[in-house]
């Protein structure tokens, strides 16, 4: 079943001689439950393009059609309840609120939401993100590694149809890394996650179950990696 529909998607910045096409006539899908890598090098465009696919960056043209909804239709107000309810986005900087408890900040989307938190989620979640005894540490008193998977656990917690990871190894050691992409491959398998992630490791592309290389904003390769 196909949950992502991308076509024609272009994004340009700027005018005339210092026009750049950052995602230039990008066109793919991706059906409900696949794990895509995106890769490609820096100023390929992929980070662009994610942040189309999540509704954060407007595009010059072309549509984004998430479950059927081509999302870019949608007014300012519905596009955000978009965003918050049916795509979990992690950076590569984790984007933590340093007030907030563990718990407080993975939490913090339903808050937002006005939705009501299942508890017995949020204890699985804490368990299957090894954060279980941390859950009331403020985020100065983690590792990177540990802040990354509290930033995966906000990006889960809403259940979201796409989950969109931009770099999400790129400030962490090896080992932090791999962690984080077994983590991400957990939750693609026990929650049945649709994951788009972007990398420039050719390493973490090639654990997904297909790798889409992007050169000047457009795709030059898209290789099914496991069937």
Excluded: C, W
């Amino acid at each position: 079943m196909e949950i992502l529909r991308v076509e024609n998607l272009s994004k340009v910045y700027g005018s005339g001689a210092m026009q750049v096409k950052a995602v230039d006539g990008v066109s793919f899908s991706v059906k409900k439950g696949e794990f895509v890598a995106i890769i490609g090098a820096s100023g390929s465009g992929k980070s662009t393009l994610l942040h189309m696919l999540g509704g954060v960056d407007r595009p010059t043209s072309g549509k984004v059609f998430v479950e059927e909804t081509e999302i870019y239709s949608l007014d300012e107000t519905k596009l955000a309840i978009f965003r918050r309810r049916q795509v979990g986005l992690i950076y590569q900087f984790y984007n933590l609120l340093p007030i907030l408890s563990v718990e407080e900040n993975i939490t913090l989307p339903l808050l937002l939401d006005g939705r009501k938190l299942d508890p017995q989620f949020l204890s699985e979640l804490l368990e299957t993100l090894n954060l279980a005894g941390r859950a009331a540490h403020l985020p100065n008193e983690l590792s990177g590694g540990e802040q990354q998977r509290v930033s995966i656990g906000r990006a889960l917690i809403n259940r979201p149809a796409l989950v969109l990871a931009d770099e999400p190894t790129g400030n962490l050691d090896s080992k932090n890394s791999q962690e984080i992409v077994e983590l991400l491959k957990l939750s693609n398998r026990r929650y049945h996650q649709t994951l788009l992630l972007v990398t420039h490791s050719h390493e973490i592309a090639l654990q997904a179950d297909r790798m889409i290389t992007l050169a000047d904003g457009r795709i030059v390769k898209d290789e099914v990696i496991r069937p």
